[in-house]
């Protein structure tokens, strides 16, 4: 007797519709570049091994361990261990003038889950979402599951086009401005100090959320 053999699904009905136009990621492909010595790639932003302080790391891993024993190998919190949320909110963001609570802080294991999160959680279809051009291309990627639309904003040597930023905001449907304001990715641009204030200024005078 002979054995049917067992069909497979077309690819199409497994996956979801946002994923059969997915590009692949650029992201991927640049790193997959580093898998070599022959190669110094300034692409990846991957920095030279003389620079990671294994040392410490090893030191601070060993504390860990010392201190917390198993309970550091277990889960935690989804939102971060409460210690370092409160390390966060006491020193890092009172520098900076922030006034948070620790139960408002979200630790996250980079910016690509964050902005993965912000994406799930702030755009729908079709939403509006105010980009720099060129912007961050790992920043679209994560975004672009979502299926937003977007606006560019232009840069020059200071920063985002004022201009080009007040006319998307006070359309009043744009979700938020994504920006890189210290070293753009990939222009390297530093948003001045004026240019800054004025971005901002822009931001709350519609209320757009800056990310």
Known sequence: MKTREPQSIPTAYRLAKRVQGMPRSSVREILSLNTTNELISFGGGVPDDSCIPLDIIAGAFENVV????????????????????????????????????????????????????????????????????????????????????????????????????????????????????TFQNPTGICYSKQRRFETAAVLNRFGTMLV
């Open 66 to 181: 010392a201190k917390h024993g198993t309970r550091a190998f277990l889960y935690g919190q989804s939102e971060g261990e409460n210690d370092l949320r409160e390390f966060v909110a006491a020193t890092w963001l009172t520098k900076l003038g922030i006034a948070a609570l620790p139960e408002e802080i979200m630790i996250v294991n980079g910016s690509q889950q964050a902005l993965d999160l912000i994406g799930k959680v702030f755009i729908d279809p079709a939403s509006l979402v105010i980009v720099e051009r060129p912007t961050y291309l790992a920043a679209l990627q994560a975004f672009s599951a979502f299926e937003p639309a977007y606006f560019e904003v232009a840069m020059d040597g200071d920063g985002a086009n004022v201009d080009h930023l007040t006319r998307h905001c006070s359309s009043k449907m744009a979700t938020f401005f994504y920006t890189v304001p």
